[in-house]
């Protein structure tokens, strides 16, 4: 079993099964990862405070078969330090977007430096995120009924929608673009 120690933003994590999780992380060196945290308690609770999403982090991830979280610093915890409500509201629209449209374990350091710098300027602009991520609004219709006038983003579909097509989509798919 071998072992890295990587800097990593958490994009987020979910229940896997009766008692895991699995995390969501974006690295330098190994792009968007997806890591186990193995139930117990005395685990999570050691792990689950370095682990909320919009951190900044030290992960160390043992590899057999997958990757497992065998431990967790806090670097930064940039979402939760930041006072504007603006930006609570924002930012994990940002996460989410990093989460649904980054290739897993596809290193890009571009992206990865572009992304500290947009947590290190706090920057909420979901346009430039989506721009950066490989989707220019600019010139960009309703992925239904082509619409120029944009409303949301289907993280599933990987396409824009507009206001009236929005209604077909479930909202914990929809990042809104204001
Ligand atoms: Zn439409």
Request: charged share 35%.
């Given at each position: 079993m071998s072992e890295v120690v990587l800097e990593a933003i958490v994009l987020g994590s979910e229940t896997r099964g009766e008692y895991d999780r699995l995390v969501h992380a974006y690295t330098r060196e190994l792009g968007r990862v997806e890591a186990r945290v193995v139930s117990g308690r005395k685990i999570r609770s050691r792990l689950f405070p370095h682990l909320m999403p919009g951190s900044r982090i030290f992960l160390r991830l043992a590899h057999k078969h997958q990757y497992t979280v065998t431990d967790a610093l806090t670097e930064e915890l940039v979402l939760f330090e930041a006072e504007s409500p603006y930006f609570h509201i924002r930012f994990p629209r940002i996460l989410a977007l990093v989460r649904a449209l980054t290739p897993p374990y596809f290193p890009d350091p571009r992206f990865w430096h572009a992304l500290l710098s947009v947590m290190q300027t706090k920057n909420t602009d979901i346009s430039f995120m989506l721009r950066l991520l490989g989707?220019?609004?600019?010139?960009a219709r309703c992925g239904?009924?082509?619409?120029?006038?944009l409303f949301a983003f289907s993280l599933s579909d990987h396409a824009f929608t507009c206001s009236f097509c929005s209604?077909?989509?479930?909202e914990s798919d929809l990042v809104f673009l204001n």
């Open positions: 989707y220019d609004m600019s010139h239904l009924c082509e619409e120029k006038n209604s077909r989509f479930q």
